[in-house]
């Protein structure tokens, strides 16, 4: 049956009798008598309930959008399949919206950066590396036909000309083919909203999810785009911005390169990227008393000087206040004076890099990271080395017969399985906690473990770092503190203190969750054979998505409160993905891929339940 509907017309009759809270959207929150008359050779149908009348909403407005006036929409795509219809729409209509390019066809699309209104201006100022002549020629001749300016960057790049530019700030450029006579942008996934250019540890996780899509190529480029990165500006950036230099993000590139490697069995694509990858293993974790700390461990340490130029406006008043009325000066003032060096202030100082390192982090914010994040050796980041050390190994001795010419040096697997093994000692000496069973963060400071319990505890799984007893322990005794109606919390309730209006809630903690923390412990808990666990999370976490997205119009947000299962959070800048009218054209990046990847292992007869919209309490 295929409904033709004059689009303008129904559009409006729809939203007239749905829509009763104006938000353009249809959701169950609307009070309308939820049943919409139709026509099919001149018979009536009634299309009923809050998802099906929203799926013929979202149906006129992408017909809308390619320009026509009459809709033909069949009525399974009207009545589909919840897991079937959001599963279809990531994969045919999100990813693309979420895909962009750094040459004349996509950099308009980048423009935007509404983090703070002081980000944008009328010219998009373009950061180049200082070797990269194809790109510096490229954007320049561009800016004859765009509103950009093309700046070349320094050889060296300190904080202090990172500092010096904050007040400019724009896109750093990625790579650029060139194609016969065309130079052309490679494209890249942006998780979405206000975070619009590529991100660090975003993109491993988006690529994921590209690949169960069948989307290999995209997720190459990635890859690819991490190379050049590396190659160009030293590190993988928190994100492709000018104020993000000084810092990086967690590593998974290794893992990158070999899921995409397992695909494209291109010897030498991996070869190249293996070589990189190591570099960087060596060249930003690897250097004493940087992100490597005195005991062996690692640490994130983001350089730069002042306050992070991407946060909200008034984000650090709080911090500010105290230190402003001592010197008799309004915030706005003392800012000014701080930032221009006229006032010194070592406690500042100090504060600003945790905060930078938090970011660093990617769990930015966390009451698990709050003023120390610099002096931790954290579980999340140590498993992620080991990975990349069991990675080198692996791929070395299964790819390349055991040895790996990389300039004067011949590595072999066994080389890279001496460093993982350290580390794994290492970790069990300083992150393992024999008596509570599970993973902490280690104070280099103070030196002590934390007793914060967060989802990282769980990643040594995801790693294989654990071994068959402290995976048994660590599951007895992590899973049931954080599991929540959907999925995993960033922490337990009790770790996070009380909240009150000084000390508000950081929306990395209880009780929401996040897509990169399920994904990891999802494939942990398969690393050690807890099947049936797995399912139970994976579900829980599919159906808190599912439900949301039924009744709340195809809604996809960057993050849940899993001890709620919703999408509504508040915490700090709200929750990305929720703001849009009629439709989402993107959703979020790591939320797309959770929701494909979990679908990719959860076991048939879940998904019918999932579909069904079971509640996760009735199943397990």
Not at 16 to 23: A, K, L, M, S, V
Not at 286 to 291: E, I, L, P
Not at 572 to 597: K, L
């Amino acid at each position: 049956m295929i409904f033709e509907f004059d689009i303008e017309q129904t559009l409006e009759r729809l939203l007239e009798q749905e829509d009763t809270d104006g938000d353009k959207k249809i959701t169950v929150e609307d009070k309308g008598p939820k049943s919409f008359t139709v026509f099919y050779n001149e018979k009536s149908y009634k299309i009923k309930g809050t998802y099906h009348l929203s799926n013929l909403l979202q149906e006129l407005v992408i017909q809308k959008l390619e320009g026509k006036a009459i809709a033909k929409i069949p009525l399974k795509k009207i009545e589909e399949l919840p897991t079937d219809r959001i599963s279809r729409m990531i994969k045919e209509y999100y990813w693309n919206g979420l895909t962009r390019t750094m040459d004349k066809s996509g950099i308009k699309r980048l423009t935007s950066d509404t983090k703070n209104k002081s980000l944008t201006s009328d010219v998009l100022p373009v950061y180049v590396p200082f070797k990269d002549d194809i790109a510096y020629k490229y954007y320049t001749d561009l800016e004859k036909t765009l509103p950009i300016k093309t700046i070349r960057l320094p050889e060296n790049i300190t904080p202090e000309y990172v500092k010096s530019i904050n007040k400019s700030p724009g896109i750093l450029s990625l790579r650029l083919e060139q194609k016969e006579k065309e130079v052309v942008g490679i494209p890249f996934v942006v998780p979405g909203g206000r975070f619009n250019e590529m991100y660090g540890w975003d993109s491993y996780f988006e690529a994921v999810g590209l690949m169960v899509d069948g989307k290999v190529t995209l997720a190459k480029s990635m890859a690819d785009h991490f190379q050049y990165q590396i190659e160009h500006y030293g590190k993988i950036l928190n994100a492709n911005r000018s104020y993000y230099l000084t810092r990086t993000q967690p590593p998974f590139y290794s893992s990158l390169i070999r899921e995409v490697y397992e695909v494209t069995k291109n010897k030498n694509w991996l070869k190249s990227h293996l070589e990189t990858a190591i570099k960087a293993y060596e060249t930003i974790w690897m250097v004493d008393g940087k992100r490597k700390t005195e005991n062996g461990l690692n640490r994130y340490l983001a350089e730069g000087i002042g306050i992070p130029p991407e946060t909200e406006e008034g984000h650090f008043d709080a911090i500010i206040e105290p230190f402003a009325n001592k010197k008799g000066l309004t915030i706005t003032e003392y800012i000014e004076a701080y930032d221009n060096g006229s006032i010194q202030n070592p406690l500042l100082d100090l504060y600003f890099l945790h905060d930078r390192s938090v970011r660093e982090s990617g769990h930015d914010t966390s009451y698990r990271l709050d003023g120390n994040c610099a002096d931790l050796n954290l579980v999340d980041l140590n498993c992620m080395l080991y990975k990349y050390e069991t990675d080198f190994a692996e791929l070395i001795q299964n790819e390349f017969d055991d040895l790996f010419a990389m300039g004067d040096q011949t590595l072999t697997g066994n080389y890279w399985m001496k460093k993982a093994k350290i580390r794994r000692e290492l970790v069990d000496q300083y992150l393992w906690n024999a008596i509570k069973g599970m993973y902490f963060d280690y104070d280099t400071k103070l030196q002590k473990r934390s007793d914060f319990i967060a989802a990282t505890t769980l990643l040594p799984l995801w790693c294989k770092l654990a071994s068959k007893e402290q995976a048994t322990q660590l599951v007895k005794n992590a899973i049931p503190q954080l599991l929540q109606q959907g999925g995993i919390a960033g922490s337990t309730q009790k770790s996070i203190g009380e909240i009150s209006e000084k000390r508000p809630q950081r929306q990395w903690d209880y009780p929401n969750g996040w897509a990169p923390h399920q994904m990891m412990i999802w494939k942990g808990l398969l690393n050690y054979e807890y099947e049936n666990l797995a399912q139970e999370l994976i579900y829980r976490w599919l159906y808190m998505i599912t439900r949301n997205a039924v009744d709340y119009n195809g809604t996809i947000p960057e993050k849940y409160d899993v001890v709620a299962a919703t999408h509504k959070v508040f915490a700090e800048y709200g929750n990305v993905g929720t703001d849009f009218s009629y439709i989402t054209r993107e959703g979020f990046g790591w939320m797309n891929a959770s929701y494909q990847y979990g679908l990719s292992l959860l076991q048939k007869e879940y998904r019918s339940l999932l579909d069904k919209l079971e509640h996760p309490d009735h199943v397990f």
